[in-house]
């Protein structure tokens, strides 16, 4: 199968750390990405990692990628309330003339002061 | 940055009408745009791949003569829902690659919430 899966809802307390975490199937996998989409917008690139890569850093994000287990993980440091939003896990595969994205369902992340 | 301009990013029409979404790369060229459509508390929904100067790539299930894509310039893709209907009330997405190559990631536009009556 194709899927990529997420867990539905996390909910942290501002100040604290929040860590979504995301399995693919696809070991050909190529590029992997995460998305924030606040209500009623479209989807901002936070940060994506080659599948080459074991991690990430980005300001406060860490993004660790365990190719052997499939599985993704973004990890947001000193969660502010403004952090509240769906998280998109996506995969991308490409191939000769081809890329296929594939999206998890989304993480809703509830920061609460 | 790359941005992706979306337009318009809400419209409420009649039933029968037909709506015509941009998405334009403001700062770069984009020979290939994507299509999304997003449902409800949904993940995305690949519709079609577009093509500059070539017809678009649909994804199985999606009509092509219901939802018209142009993409006549390197910057502008425009996707049209013919003849609108209540079901086709959904909130559409565009994406495109931030440059030329194959390293770098796809950035969105902020989408359109489509509204038919």
């Known amino acids: 199968g194709e899927d990529v899966e997420q867990s539905l809802f996390l909910s942290v307390r501002e100040g604290d750390s929040s860590v979504i975490n995301c399995t693919y199937t696809d070991s050909s996998s190529t590029y992997l990405y995460w998305y924030k989409q606040e209500p009623g917008a479209g989807l901002q690139l936070l940060t994506y990692i080659f599948s080459n890569m074991d991690m990430k850093q980005d300001q406060r994000l860490t993004v660790l990628l365990n190719k052997k287990d499939k599985h993704l993980s973004l990890r947001i440091a000193d969660t502010q309330t403004g952090d509240s939003a769906i998280y998109f896990c996506a995969e991308e595969r490409r191939g000769s003339g081809y890329s296929t994205l594939t999206f998890g369902k989304g993480t809703m992340l509830l920061v609460s002061p | 940055g790359a941005v992706v301009s979306q337009h318009p990013s809400r419209v409420i029409c009649k039933s029968g009408t037909s709506v015509k979404i941009e998405c334009r790369s403001l700062d770069f060229q984009a020979t290939t745009m994507f299509w999304y459509r997003q449902f409800p508390k949904q993940s995305l929904m690949l519709m079609a791949t577009s093509n500059e100067g070539s017809k678009a790539t649909y994804e199985q299930g999606v009509e092509k003569d219901k939802f018209l894509i142009n993409h006549a310039s390197l910057t502008l893709s425009t996707l049209t829902v013919a003849s609108a209907h209540p079901e086709d009330s959904s909130f559409y997405i565009c994406?495109?690659?931030?440059?030329?190559?194959?390293?770098?990631?796809?950035?969105f536009g902020n989408g359109t919430r489509l509204t038919v009556t």
């Open positions: 994406s495109a690659r931030g440059e030329t190559g194959h390293n770098s990631p796809l950035h």
